[in-house]
């Protein structure tokens, strides 16, 4: 009977396979298989995992066809597990709203800026069309209606209004789950006032109602991306221009207009090192 020969290919894939399931091989090598993009629209997103890769696969396309290396949409729902992926250096790239986790990124995990979605975002407060309010300086005093306490948007709005000399802490404040209910609470007199992010439905519902926003504040980088601390320049550069370059076709701007963006901008970065001390966390 003829002696089996080994197959050194075979050998060597099966080698290679052990190796990977142990995470036996160097971080370098097992990068090479894969990018990873998390993307996070926190727990009010109203999608799934199903939906954030469906979503979000034209970018993670693009992003591969650049980079030379396939880029695997990862959903994060809950905001614990999309910070601990980061302190954890689990995510190559990250895009997510609200603004702080990827500041978080930047600020604690040495993650890297790569670009900013546009507009940028503002906290908006709304009166009634026929309140008599007309100027910030009269909210003192006034009833409030906000998202949760710990939400972005109140946090956002705290410091603003911290901005135009009012402490939300000394004022009335009701605190709401949804944006939704704000304009339920301003037209039913239960608040004289209410803060909602610029990018909500509930302010563009607000306002095709025709009430009245007494005041946009300064405007923060809305849904950033941010890279992984292992990400050379040269990708970082790549992975930029690839989301710089995604208005300038009739595909990457449907892209943009179901994200309910106009494309993204490099000129952020600045503001979102400084976004979490301004928001006082």
Request: hydrophobic share 45%; with cysteine.
């Amino acid at each position: 009977m003829p002696r089996l020969r080994p197959r050194p290919l075979l050998t060597l894939l099966t080698l290679l396979a052990a190796l990977l399931a142990v995470g036996a091989l160097p971080a370098s090598a097992q990068a090479a298989a894969s990018l990873s993009l998390a993307v996070s629209e926190g727990t009010s997103g109203g999608i799934d995992a199903a939906t954030a890769r469906k979503k979000y696969a034209p970018m993670a396309e693009r992003l591969s066809a650049a980079l030379g290396t396939p880029v695997e949409i990862v959903f994060v729902r809950e905001f614990a597990a999309l910070e601990q992926g980061m302190k954890d250096n689990r995510f190559d790239f990250v895009v997510a709203r609200p603004s702080d986790y990827p500041a978080r990124g930047l600020r604690d995990y040495r993650y890297q800026y790569v670009a900013n979605a546009e507009p940028q975002g503002h906290c908006m407060l709304a009166v009634t069309a026929d309140s008599p309010i007309r100027a910030v300086a009269e909210l003192r005093g006034k009833t409030f209606v906000m998202p949760e306490e710990a939400a972005y948007m109140t946090r956002f709005c705290r410091a603003e209004l911290r901005e135009q000399g009012i402490d939300l802490a000394k004022e009335n404040v009701f605190y709401v789950r949804e944006q939704g209910a704000i304009p339920f609470g301003l037209e039913n007199g239960i608040a004289d006032v209410g803060g909602m992010a610029s990018y909500s439905g509930a302010i563009v519902q607000w306002e095709k109602k025709a009430q009245r926003v007494l005041h946009k504040s300064a405007g923060q980088p809305y849904m950033p991306v941010v890279a992984s601390p292992d990400l050379s320049a040269e990708q970082i550069t790549k992975a930029r221009a690839v989301l710089l370059g995604l208005a300038d076709d009739a595909a990457g701007q449907a892209f943009l207009k179901q994200l309910k963006i106009t494309g993204f901008s490099a000129g952020g970065e600045e503001r979102l090192r400084k976004l979490l001390a301004w928001l006082g966390v």
